[in-house]
């Protein structure tokens, strides 16, 4: 009994969140989200007792599911030898593919992440999520031999963060292999590239 009204709960926190991807976090009310999930509206009342709590169970259950997902990326990832090209061609491949596969869901994402600038128990949750995005990008930026990754890693989090608003605004079916990758290839391979001229005065001065 208690498994089948986890999986009601989990339901209707999914129809939520492909609300506020098709139509905004206004759109949220407990009828708008019975008729998406196709329950009764008593089932939205009995499991959440007001909109402000349907909009942060979404978002905690969206940015768990999205942090995980990036981990995994990281632990698939780090044991690997990529050079700044393969790195690029990685994170772009697996971000892009999930945004095309579920871009209410990524749209839903960014606009529960402003909501949580004015909810205080959601910034944790957000905060995780954005840790997660900084993971993967100072792996990535160690991999190509940064001579800051904590620093660049936060560059390269903010030009992910502004490719994937674009392709979820554009709807390109192809943004990841023609902007995304070319994109991330260019910023991973000046960040090697900086490195190199970082260590080679040092190197010249020991000879």
Wanted: aromatic fraction near 4%.
């Amino acid at each position: 009994m208690y498994q089948k009204g986890e999986q009601r709960r989990a339901h209707i926190l999914r129809a939520t969140l492909r609300l506020i991807g098709a139509r905004g976090a206004d759109a949220v009310t407990h009828r708008a989200v019975a008729e998406e999930a196709c329950v009764p509206l008593a089932a939205t009342t009995y499991y959440f007792a007001s909109k402000e709590q349907l909009l942060e169970q979404t978002l905690l259950l969206a940015a768990r599911e999205e942090t995980e997902r990036l981990e995994r990326l990281v632990g698939e990832l780090a044991p690997l030898s990529l050079g700044p090209c393969e790195w690029a061609a990685a994170v772009a491949a697996q971000l892009s593919t999930d945004l095309e596969a579920e871009p209410a869901k990524h749209v839903a994402l960014f606009e529960l992440a402003l909501e949580a600038t004015r909810t205080a128990v959601l910034k944790e949750e957000v905060r995780e999520w954005q840790a997660a995005h900084l993971r993967l990008a100072e792996l990535g930026c160690r991999a190509v031999g940064s001579s800051d990754p904590q620093l660049d890693a936060r560059v390269v989090v903010a030009a992910l963060t502004g490719l994937m608003l674009e392709q979820l605004s554009s709807g390109e079916s192809n943004f990841g292999e023609a902007v995304m990758r070319p994109a991330l290839e260019r910023l991973f391979t000046q960040l090697a590239r900086e490195s190199e001229t970082t260590v080679e005065p040092a190197a010249a001065r020991i000879a």
